[in-house]
């Protein structure tokens, strides 16, 4: 499965991006697909997930209330809504697929997304 995400930018803080997440070959239906976030410096921390097959959706402590997860199956993407940035979410966002638990760890995941870069100004 190859990943492409994309819909990063420059916002300014409190405000609002939707990425998208998608594949070009096969079906993401069979998937969790996650997404997390690599800060300069930072370890990579997981932001949320959804689980095509259910549509279970886990999110990281800090995004709560804030992200929205969704997926449209037909469109082989899966959407990440941010709102209410904040500068120190200024991040390298990854979107990645895979079959196992925790969702959270990134090591669950086999795909990975190239990254798409947000960039928050205070």
């Known amino acids: 499965v190859q990943l492409q995400a994309s819909g990063g930018g420059l916002v300014q803080t409190g405000g609002s991006l939707r990425l998208s997440c998608t594949t070009s070959?096969?079906?993401?239906?069979?998937?969790?697909v996650g997404w997390f976030r690599q800060a300069p410096g930072e370890e990579r921390e997981f932001v949320s997930a959804?689980?095509?097959?259910?549509?279970?959706?886990y999110y990281g402590d800090p995004v709560k209330g804030r992200f929205t997860i969704s997926s449209d199956i037909a469109k082989k993407t899966v959407y990440l809504q941010l709102k209410n940035l904040e500068p120190w979410e200024t991040a390298v966002y990854y979107c990645?697929?895979?079959?196992?638990?925790?969702?959270?760890?990134?090591?669950?995941?086999?795909?990975w997304g190239q990254g798409t870069k947000v960039t928050v100004s205070s």
């Open positions: 959804i689980a095509l097959t259910g549509g279970t959706r």
């Open positions: 990645a697929a895979g079959i196992r638990d925790p969702t959270y760890d990134s090591r669950s995941y086999m795909y």
């Open positions: 070959e096969g079906s993401l239906s069979d998937y969790i």
